[in-house]
């Protein structure tokens, strides 16, 4: 598998703050709540995992 998945990440996380921050919010705020959020779902997958993941 290639890191080509990531490079497409990029590009939609980049259009997904893109599109707070032209709504107002400041950019270190999204990446600030993308963080956390992404920590919040981490910890509940190591709650309740992914049958299909694991």
């Known amino acids: 598998m290639t ?3 990531r ?3 990029r590009d939609k996380l ?3 703050v893109d599109k707070f921050v032209v709504a107002g919010a400041k950019q270190k705020d999204v990446f600030d709540a993308i963080i956390e959020e992404v920590g919040n779902l981490k910890v ?3 709650r309740d995992p992914d049958p299909e993941a694991v």
């Open 14 to 16: 980049e259009d997904f």
């Open 3 to 5: 890191d080509d998945w």
């Open 7 to 9: 490079a497409r990440l």
């Open 44 to 46: 509940a997958l190591d």
